[in-house]
């Protein structure tokens, strides 16, 4: 069963999102907060799989950083109206796993909570399409070491896909973006697909800030 808390401070999305939710079986929302502090103190206490937050900008990311120092196993989705650069790039800064539009399908935040679940990053288009725009720039990219095709198998890293889906995707073997995969490991100094996508992230951010 996937444990989540849900914190927004307007109770009628709490309403609605509490009940759409618990319509899947595999699902179970284990308290509501409508303030970070509440947020905070819920999350400490269950200990989730998922914090599903929405809150004012700046009471957002001090809660996100707080439930990352005090609860790091818990992922924490940021379901919001707030899509602008500066917003998107304060909250992964603080710790987010993924952060998606109000305007989503049902389907698509089911699908999300899931994915950050399982410790995958998961971005709706409007974030996933800036931060693949801004990787895949070669002659401004800060990670000239790959080749094109490692450079495009680490977007997609990024946004969160599996290596069977981004098989299926480039049209190629699991093999071989297995073996891209361990390319881009040892090209950025790092042992795993989480470090890989934290290089990238904060890349994308430092050119984020500066644009």
């Known amino acids: 069963m996937l444990t989540l808390v849900l914190a927004d401070s307007a109770p009628v999305v709490r309403d609605g999102s509490r009940a759409l939710l618990a319509s899947h079986g595999d699902i179970a929302v284990l308290a509501e907060a409508s303030d970070g502090r509440q947020a905070l103190a819920e999350t400490i206490s269950h200990r989730p799989d998922v914090l599903l937050i929405d809150l004012d900008r700046t009471e957002l990311m001090s809660t996100c950083r707080e439930v990352r120092r005090s609860a790091p196993k818990t992922g924490i989705l940021v379901f919001t109206d707030m899509n602008d650069d500066a917003t998107v790039v304060a909250a992964v800064r603080a710790g987010v796993l993924g952060y998606l539009p109000k305007t989503a399908a049902e389907q698509d ?8 679940a ?10 996933a399409s800036k931060i693949t725009k801004l990787l895949d720039v070669p002659q401004q990219t800060v990670f000239d070491e790959l080749t094109p095709r490692e450079r495009e198998i680490l ?3 990024v946004v969160g896909l599996s290596v069977s889906t981004i ?13 891209h995969t361990s390319g881009i490991f040892t090209k950025l100094g790092v042992a795993s697909r989480e470090e890989a996508v934290v ?12 644009q």
Request: charged share 20%; hydrophobic share 55%; with cysteine.
């Open 109 to 116: 935040l089911v699908r999300a909570v899931r994915n950050v």
């Open 118 to 127: 399982a410790g995958q990053a998961v971005f709706g288009p409007h974030v």
């Open 155 to 157: 977007e997609l890293l």
């Open 167 to 179: 098989a299926q995707r480039l049209a190629v073997a699991a093999k071989t973006v297995r073996n």
């Open 199 to 210: 290089v990238a992230r904060r890349a994308v951010l430092d050119r984020l800030v500066c």
